[in-house]
Structures are given as C-alpha cells and as structure tokens.
T-cell receptor, first 117, second 109 residues
Framework: GAVVSQHPSRVICKSGTSVKIECRSLDFQATTMFWYRQFPKQSLMLMATSNEGSKATYEQGVEKDKFLINHASLTLSTLTVTSAHPEDSSFYIC?????????????FGPGTRLTVL | GQNIDQPTEMTATEGAIVQINCTYQTSGFNGLFWYQQHAGEAPTFLSYNVLDGLEEKGRFSSFLSRSKGYSYLLLKELQMKDSASYLCAVTNSNYQLIWGAGTKLIIKP
C-alpha cells in the first residue's frame, strides 16, 4: 500500500528556534500533500495544501511566513516552523493523496510531536 | 458554513456492537471517510462511501445516506484494541476534506 513517513517523530526545541519536519511518500509519487495540526482532544485542522512545484495554499488564519512549506519533489514536502513559540506545540501530521491522484483516500504520516519550551 | 457532527464520546462493552453516527452539512459532496485514530498516532483509513448504502469490511461497516446528510460506522465484535477516536470526514465540491471532531470510543471488559 501507499506509505507516508515523517521525520522527526518527536522534537523538543527552545522558543525562537526553527524546526523542519519532513514528509515523504515512500512508494508512490504525491503531487499533493497536506499539512495538519492537531491539539489535544481536538480534531485535525488543515494548515495548508502543498503542491509539487508550486506555492502552497494556506488555510485562513495560518501564517505562511511562520509555517514555510516546500514541496520540492514528488516524494518530499517539508514544513518549517519558524521562530517557534510554546503555543506552536502541537501534533503535526502530513498526508498525501493516493497513488491514483484521486481524492478517494489520503494516506497519513505517523505525525510529529513538537514541544516548544 | 460547513460542519460535521458526531458524538464526543461513546462507551461500549467488549464483544458488543456499537454504531457511531455522523451528520454533515457541506458545500457539495464527493465522498465520506471514516478514520481511526489511536492516541498520539496519525489517523488510519477505515472506509470510504460515495454512494448510498452499506459498505462492509470485516468487523467494520459504514453506511451513507446522501439525502439525509448522514452516515454511521458500525463496529461488531468489539475488541479492546478498538478503543480509539473515530473521525468522520467529508470531501466537499472543492475536494476539500472537512473533518469532524471525532468520537472517542471507550471499550470496557
């Protein structure tokens, strides 16, 4: 099946630093990837849609200068949280549309737990 | 606006059957998904419905009624490992995935 990996799985950083999270589709090409954030006991919140070779589309209320997304290849998208603050502590999850490119399914990475001290 | 409603929490007994309901109001409809999410983990795909009716997959079944904006996930022969959150999500006319808040299912022995 379609496998999506994320790295790192956990990261702890100091306030003011930047953190990069990688999302890779391991056995298929993903022209579109999605970045979600999930706070405890809340649902997934879509942050942005990442399209290979073009700029990401951000959801309302998500600061594009703070959450930098780069989809440089068909198998890799990165999310960089710049100048992270404690309120950015959350569970960040990426997903990719299935190999067929259709919308029938999104395959999720295992998530990255970010803790900002 | 667009919204997905599902119960916040449900409790069931091991070996029993539980039905988790989901109602939706979205701008258009292009399919409904159910995902399972264990605490601290990413969601995993359970089912996809785009036509009315029941889709059965092992112990799990999912039902859709587009005219009523309603779906349910049916879990049979409950096992302790089924304790998780179950997320209902709908793809709207713009192919955006709209997520429900999830139903936390607690299984008791």
């Amino acid at each position: 099946g379609a496998v999506v990996s994320q790295h790192p799985s956990r990261v702890i950083c100091k306030s003011g630093t930047s953190v990069k999270i990688e999302c890779r589709s391991l056995d298929f090409q993903a022209t579109t990837m999605f970045w979600y954030r999930q706070f405890p006991k809340q649902s997934l919140m879509l942050m942005a849609t990442s399209n290979e070779g073009s700029k990401a589309t951000y959801e309302q209320g998500v600061e594009k200068d703070k959450f930098l997304i780069n989809h440089a290849s068909l198998t890799l998208s990165t999310l960089t949280v710049t100048s992270a603050h404690p309120e950015d502590s959350s569970f960040y999850i990426c997903s990719a549309r299935g190999p067929s490119g259709g919308d029938h399914e999104q395959f999720f990475g295992p998530g990255t737990r970010l803790t900002v001290l | 606006g667009q919204n997905i409603d599902q119960p916040t929490e449900m409790t069931a007994t091991e070996g029993a059957i539980v039905q988790i309901n989901c109602t939706y109001q979205t701008s258009g409809f292009n399919g409904l998904f159910w995902y399972q999410q264990h605490a601290g983990e990413a969601p995993t795909f359970l089912s996809y419905n785009v036509l009315d009716g029941l889709e059965e997959k092992g112990r799990f079944s999912s039902f859709l009624s587009r005219s009523k904006g309603y779906s349910y996930l049916l879990l049979k022969e409950l096992q302790m490992k089924d304790s998780a959150s179950y997320l209902c999500a709908v793809t709207n006319s713009n192919y955006q995935l709209i997520w429900g808040a999830g139903t936390k299912l607690i299984i008791k022995p």
